[in-house]
């Protein structure tokens, strides 16, 4: 039996639901929704819909990759999609804040899942950015869209730089921001877990011969060390990865 406050939830997120449907019916004709189900390809939704699925399945486990080691994150799945379904309703892709909430009431915490979004941003307008640079280099662009493909492009190129600086030197980065918000504590130590948690991103689960608990590397053999046969012994790649929740454990549960 579902707790009071539980209970209220699914009330409301029914009577959502409903008031959505009886909108939606209300603003179009039926008889124009029957003749569209009438001509519609069958096979090409299904599809469509199977391809859409397989996207944000490939999303939800890009994104739980830039988690740090030792966040746990879960129930990414359904903050995706919940994420997009969303920003179809919402103004200014609010979709982006709404799924890092969810994702953070399952493990993370919320401004770790926030920079996470970060990095895949950044990483995504690298994407748009190449195809872009293609463009211009293959293709006339009209001078009222030339302009803006600039800035677009300048922009993700500073911000693929602070990427790059922040994975290769985050120490430097961390005494940059010391240096200049040590005025401010709270904002210095969002700003550090926030650095930190990029960093971590970038590098992903590569993290060979690490544990996460005791950050100690695994031996092969139990009875090896590397005090007794050097460089001999070779460390047991071991990721924080293979211990952790799934982006879909519990992922059809409520958000």
């Known amino acids: 039996m579902p707790s009071l406050g539980r209970l209220a939830k699914i009330v409301l997120g029914v009577a959502i639901s409903v008031a959505s449907l009886v909108y939606l019916f209300w603003s179009v004709d039926p008889r124009d929704v029957l003749a569209r189900f009438a001509t519609t ?12 699925l397989l996207s944000v399945w490939i999303r939800s486990w890009r994104w739980y990759y830039l988690f740090p080691p030792g966040s746990r994150p879960s129930h990414l799945f359904s903050a995706v999609m919940i994420g997009y379904m969303a920003n179809n309703i919402l103004p200014l892709r609010a979709g982006e804040v709404v799924r890092v909430y969810i994702a953070s009431r399952h493990g993370p915490r919320f401004w770790t899942s926030v920079a996470t979004l970060v ?66 504590a709270g904002l ?26 005791s950050r100690r590397p695994r031996w092969g053999s139990g009875s090896c060390s590397p005090s007794r046969c050097g460089r001999r012994c070779t460390p047991r790649i071991s990721t924080c990865r293979s211990r952790h929740p799934g982006p879909f454990s519990r992922s059809w549960a409520s958000a």
């Open 119 to 184: 990095v895949e941003r950044v990483l995504d307008g690298l994407a748009v950015g190449l195809i872009l640079a293609w463009l211009f280099l293959t293709l006339p662009i009209p001078r009222e869209l030339r302009w803006p493909a600039i800035i677009f492009l300048a922009v993700d190129v500073v911000a693929m730089v602070a990427l790059a600086v922040i994975a290769i030197a985050p120490g430097g980065c961390a005494t940059l921001v010391r240096v200049l918000f040590h005025r401010w």
């Open 41 to 52: 390809n069958w096979t090409f939704l299904a599809i469509s819909l199977a391809l859409n």
């Open 188 to 213: 210095e130590r969002r700003l550090l877990d926030a650095l930190g948690t990029m960093s971590e991103g970038l590098r992903g689960c590569a993290r060979a011969a690490i544990s996460c608990p």
